[in-house]
């Protein structure tokens, strides 16, 4: 089992950068996919980006690709989402989730994820 806890969220201008770490408490951080996903208000959960257990692949959803960048860090057993570029659209509380395993990663799919962070607001003014 493993914990998952949000930080660095905030409110940011439209242009603006923030950067999202998602710590993990438990046995082997190392054998989880990891996930991010949004939700606005009155939408669904909505898909991010993931990273593989070993950090050697990386996946972005068409909204965030080219300003959005998705690492992790096994050793401090921690996630990270570098979001650059921010657009009001962005709004939205953000969320880390994870996944026991790397076979036939379901990635985009909230309901493959076996863990969940509390969520932390990213808020991007005009």
């Known amino acids: 089992q493993v914990q998952l806890v949000e930080s660095g969220g905030g409110l940011v201008q439209a242009g603006g950068s923030l950067r999202l770490s998602c710590a993990a408490s438990g046995r082997a951080f190392s054998w989880y996919f990891m996930g991010w996903f949004r939700q606005a208000p009155g939408k669904e959960r909505e898909f991010v980006g993931a990273i593989a257990s070993s950090g050697s692949s990386t996946y972005d959803a068409d909204s965030v690709k080219g300003r959005f960048t998705i690492s992790r860090d096994n050793a401090k057993n921690t996630v990270y989402l570098q979001m650059n570029s921010l657009k009001p659209e962005d709004t939205a509380v953000y969320y880390c989730?994870?996944?026991?395993?790397?076979?036939?990663?379901?990635?985009?799919?909230?309901?493959?994820?076996?863990?969940w962070g509390q969520g932390t607001q990213v808020t991007v003014s005009a």
């Open positions: 989730a994870a996944h026991l395993g790397d076979y036939r990663p379901r990635f985009y799919d909230k309901e493959w994820y076996d863990y």
